[in-house]
């Protein structure tokens, strides 16, 4: 009799989270979808658009591309990593930064020729698969490193890989890429299916709901005009931004 | 006293400065992860069956030790302190193998999982339901020594796996005195994208990922050692086939497997076992809370008519926030086996704390 009554309030209690959570979950609503496009990069983990409409991305397998505006494969560059996860592109002074996840190394190579300039590795203690996911240049020249979990953080190191600081993040169960446009700091969690804007102390201005599976890279088109690159699907979505103070996050 | 020692060193890695400790040089890493899993345990049994009704125990205390070297070559160990050797059979040593990896394929060699069951894929931490369903535990394979030939196509929505093994099961040094192996392949497709246990069990998708496998295992031996899997506590020809589906949509996963094994015992009449397993769990964030039903029902013996053994379990876990620990409470119901008017095994409530590092 005693288990009988175990059985039922399981199920309750089963039921009323269901019902309860359900009512909970409402997505916001100011992201629309323009565009989705095929990529043909196996596992692209990482994107950035360049001022000439050229796309750099990376790939799990380790390899970095250059597209064209039409997403078009123009070169493979000759580097192999381990796991590449981020990449940006510091277009003043002709670089591309590269983050390889597990040995927690970053590349830094020319943007219009197939050269490695060089490297350096940041010593970290953490799981493998769980390093850096993302990279991106602030005014200063400084590179902004997420990485991905336990701890969720951002590292600002200096252009020649010096540790300068490491600020925790709480907002997300992951981080998986940090872009930087028009002075504003973008971050996106892949568990967590959003875009979080960032002040500049790193704590949550604004975000938005991704109907994205698997959201790896992210980077912008213009101001409102953001695009986001789905790992699972090799896919990339174009979203326009309804920037609302309403989701403003005080 | 050695299960104290070997505690005592895993709690040393549980300290937060220690978690998930990698040592890195050049192209080398080395890796050290783990668990533990420490349970209360009631049974609701029949007056005058007193024993093991209130019990404290340690299920799991497991160390792993992962060597990587460029993502080319891999290598695990994993140990159990909570199995050190109290008998002649030891199950301290849970994995040992190396991996060879390319674009398309790892070629895996010694002690592992063999594949067959999306769930029995699974690691035990990404788990819903505190153990593995009971048809799971009496009819599969699990882990033993051998070769996989794991091969993944289509951006990993399409995945294969060939294996040949002793078939004795894990930690059994020589074959048996027929010497024939254990032949298992599996086929698993994905849609509209790849899905790999973590976006399975922990990472929402945020669009319906529907999952088909299908496997099956061939093998003729002789006993080997007392079990109550049906594939190692039996001699003769056994041929194990299933399929299996699964759905993972924002919150909600389904899994649904089907497995039959067809027995051709040296000494006994032919006789077949079969049964499946519906589970439903929900993870919700925002509680930091994950609830899982789940129910089975299994034919052992196909000779014994009316023997079907059915079970309900509710689990309800929470992840402590901010902490690599989840707690989980299981209830488990047994129905009564039509034949005999009794439960096949008594009804459980089990507490446990699981600690991840």
Redesign the interface.
């Known amino acids: 009799m005693f288990s009988r009554k175990i059985l039922f309030l399981c199920f309750c209690s089963f039921l009323f989270s269901c019902s309860n959570n359900a009512l909970q979950e409402s997505n916001s609503q100011n992201i629309f979808l323009e565009n989705v496009k095929r990529i043909n990069v196996p596992e692209p983990s990482d994107i950035f658009l360049c001022s000439d409409g050229n796309y750099f991305i990376v790939s799990d397998k380790g390899f970095v591309y250059k597209l064209d505006s039409g997403l078009k494969i123009i070169q493979k560059f000759s580097l192999k990593g381990q796991d590449f996860e981020g990449i940006t592109v510091d277009e003043k002074n002709g670089f591309v930064y590269v983050t390889d996840e597990r040995p927690r190394k970053i590349y830094r190579l020319s943007k219009d020729k197939d050269e490695l300039i060089s490297s350096f590795t940041i010593s970290e203690n953490g799981a493998a698969n769980k390093g850096f996911e993302g990279i991106a240049i602030d005014e200063t020249g400084n590179l902004l490193i997420v990485r991905e979990k336990d701890a969720t953080a951002i590292l600002t190191v200096s252009s020649e890989g010096q540790k300068l600081s490491e600020t925790t993040l709480n907002f997300a169960s992951d981080l998986s890429s940090i872009t930087i446009f028009n002075g504003k700091i973008y971050v996106l969690s892949d568990e967590e299916a959003t875009l979080y804007q960032l002040n500049k102390d790193f704590t949550v201005r604004k975000k938005w709901s991704l109907p994205v599976v698997n959201p790896e890279g992210v980077t912008f088109k213009d101001e409102n005009t953001v695009l986001i690159l789905s790992d699972a699907e090799a896919k990339l979505y174009e979203f326009t931004l309804e920037d609302r103070d309403a989701f403003t996050i005080r | 006293m050695y299960k104290i020692i070997s505690l005592s060193i895993l709690l040393l890695f549980t300290s937060k400065s220690f978690?998930?400790?990698?040592l890195?040089q050049n192209?080398w890493?080395l890796?050290f992860?783990g668990y533990s899993n420490f349970y209360y345990n009631y049974r609701?049994v029949e007056k005058g069956q007193e024993k093991h009704k209130n019990r404290f125990r340690t299920s799991d205390a497991r160390l792993t030790f992962?060597f990587?070297h460029?993502?080319k070559v891999n290598a695990q160990i994993q140990l159990d302190f909570a199995n050190v050797p109290t008998s002649e059979e030891s199950n301290l040593l849970v994995d040992s193998w190396i991996q060879l990896r390319g674009?398309w394929f790892k070629l895996r060699f010694g002690q592992q999982k063999v594949p067959y069951s999306l769930i029995s894929i699974f690691n035990k931490p990404s788990l819903a339901i505190s153990e593995r369903p009971f048809l799971i535990d009496i009819m599969t394979p699990r882990r033993d020594v051998g070769i996989t030939f794991h091969q993944f196509f289509w951006?990993e929505k399409l995945l294969l796996w060939q294996g040949i093994f002793t078939g004795n099961g894990k930690n059994q040094k020589d074959d048996d005195a027929k010497g024939k192996p254990l032949f298992a392949a599996r086929v698993q497709y994905s849609f509209?994208?790849?899905s790999s246990e973590a976006?399975f069990n922990?990472?929402?998708?945020?669009?319906p990922?529907f999952s088909f496998g299908a496997n099956a295992t061939f093998s003729d031996d002789q006993r080997v050692i007392e079990d109550e899997n049906l594939f190692r506590n039996l001699e003769g020809k056994k041929l194990l086939y299933g399929v299996d589906f699964s759905v993972a949509y924002?919150?909600f996963k389904f899994i649904w497997e089907f497995h039959r094994a067809d027995f051709k015992p040296d000494a006994t009449k032919e006789f077949s076992a079969g049964g499946s397993f519906y589970e439903l769990s929900?993870n919700?964030?925002?509680?930091n809370?994950l609830?899982a039903?789940r129910y089975e029902d299994v034919n052992p013996n196909s000779l014994l008519k009316n023997n079907n053994q059915k079970a309900?379990d509710?689990a309800?876990t929470h992840f402590l926030e901010?902490l690599?620990t989840q707690v989980r409470v299981t209830?488990s119901?047994r129905f009564e086996v039509e034949r005999t008017k009794n439960k096949w095994k008594d009804?459980e409530?089990r507490a446990e704390i699981i600690f991840n590092f």
Do not use: M
């Open positions: 978690s998930q400790l990698v890195r192209d890493s890796e992860k609701f992962e990587d460029n993502r674009d951006g509209p994208h790849k976006t922990s990472i929402p998708s945020i669009k990922v924002r919150q929900a919700f964030k925002k509680i809370s609830f039903v309900l509710f309800t901010g690599p209830y119901h009804n409530l």
